[in-house]
């Protein structure tokens, strides 16, 4: 029996288990850290005005100077990967500090209100895990790796097996071997299987009652509208997050850059203006107003989802790492409590469903992945057919307006740095 090939197999099962472990106890600790910060909004009144943009600057200074692996979300990072063979350009993101970085500050962030979530962080992480303790790599197994670390990160952020191994071909595994997709998806089984003996076999958002997820001819036309308005605010969100925090040529973008501590504050305290106006509900990545709406404890204000887009926009610019991929289920929630409050045929829950999977997938330009992962995190199989048509509008009006802002992102990492300013846009 070959040594080295069952040193190699053992220490990959290790290191699944080990981003298993690691993403139960990264969501225990945001958990804990978002709660503190409720509380103490709750009682500091109008001091929250100082808190979070002091909080923002300290966080933002630290990456600056110690930390520049934390910064970002970790999906377009991780995303980039099936984008290149030369993996040179990217592998400072996957460094074994990025674990310990990326751990503290997006829990810290998390602790000062950032509206930011730890999945696409737990994602950057998993795959970090995979390469540790390996030496002398080619860069196609080291890919395999970073690809297979990725979705077995992805798959225990959300207890969603299914939808990491969909995300990893969909996304992840382009160009790369069946023997490797094969190994990866090994990898996704045991994360998942780790996470779910630590957590509990749970649905990420909760379970909708059967009863609630009957439908007639009216939930397509529901589900075309939601499609459509999804589609549109993602275009506009999108192209705020790219004028703000990607675009190289941007006037914003280079002011952000050239004054990242300034930049901070300002953005800081604009998140705790927008927390005072919608009474905390900005803040965070909006787990627990959707796990509620979803199960009928809570009815979303009509406007919930501007203060999340808010929320999540000047969370990204101010510098505090963390992304989007969780908020923006949480904006899709809103935005189908938006739709109905003009046009109820059916209960909150569907229309909730409709937004969440149609804002994902326009987000993405991901439609298999976003429908793969709603439906594991809501156990709404039986309502499949009214989500699989709001998430093909969705991807259809989003991928005619513009590229996903993820794509953006993923040039900007892969982009050599010496390019002149002027032939930037040609890329």
């Excluded at 106890?25 to 500091?44: D, E, G, Y």
């Excluded at 692996?69 to 993101?93: N, W």
């Excluded at 995190?377 to 996903?404: G, N, R």
Aim: with cysteine; proline share 3%.
């Amino acid at each position: 029996m070959n040594k080295k090939l069952v040193k190699d197999g053992l220490l990959f099962f290790l290191m699944a288990i080990f981003i298993g472990v690691f993403a139960v106890f990264f969501a225990k600790s945001c958990n804990i850290a978002f709660n503190c910060f409720l509380t103490m909004f709750n009682h500091v009144g109008y001091w929250i005005l100082l808190i979070i943009p002091c909080g923002f600057i300290v966080i933002t200074y630290l990456i600056i100077q110690y930390f520049p692996e934390a910064e970002g979300s970790g999906i377009p990072q991780s995303l980039a990967l099936g984008h290149t063979d030369d993996i040179s350009k990217l592998s400072k993101f996957f460094i074994a500090r990025t674990i310990f970085s990326k751990y503290i500050f997006i829990v810290m962030g998390t602790g000062f209100g950032a509206t930011v979530g730890r999945e696409g962080s737990t994602v950057q992480i998993g795959a970090t895990v995979m390469t540790l303790f390996r030496k002398n790599l080619s860069d196609v197994k080291k890919k395999a790796l970073l690809t297979a670390g990725a979705a077995a990160g992805l798959a225990a952020a959300f207890n969603t097996p299914l939808g990491g191994i969909v995300f990893l071909l969909e996304e992840l595994a382009k160009g790369i071997s069946l023997k490797h997709n094969l190994a990866k998806i090994t990898a996704i089984a045991v994360s998942g299987v780790v996470a779910v003996l630590l957590a509990g076999n749970y649905s990420y958002y909760g379970i909708v009652a059967h009863t609630l997820l009957s439908y007639d001819w009216k939930i397509f036309i529901v589900a075309i509208i939601i499609g459509i308005f999804a589609a549109l605010n993602n275009y506009v969100f999108s192209k705020v997050v790219y004028i703000t925090t990607a675009s190289p040529f941007s006037y914003i973008n280079k002011i952000r850059k050239k004054h990242p501590l300034l930049t901070s504050v300002i953005c800081g305290l604009l998140v705790a203006v927008v927390g005072i106006l919608s009474h905390g509900l900005s803040f965070g990545n909006g787990y627990v107003e959707s796990r509620e709406s979803l199960s009928g404890v809570r009815e979303l204000p009509m406007f919930y989802y501007v203060f999340k887009m808010f929320g999540s926009i000047l969370s990204t610019a101010s510098g505090v790492p963390g992304g989007y991929f969780a908020t923006c289920l949480a904006i899709g929630n809103g935005m189908g409590s938006f739709v109905h409050h003009f046009f109820a045929v059916a209960n909150s829950q569907q229309y909730a469903l409709l937004g969440m999977v149609a804002f994902l997938s326009a987000l993405t330009q991901a439609p298999v992945t976003s429908l793969v992962m709603i439906l594991q995190v809501t156990y709404t199989q039986m309502f499949t057919l009214p989500l699989i048509v709001a998430c093909l509008t969705a991807t259809w009006i989003s991928s005619m307006l513009d590229k996903s802002i993820y794509d953006y992102q993923i040039n900007n990492y892969l982009r050599p740095t010496n390019i002149p300013q002027k032939d930037i846009k040609k890329l």
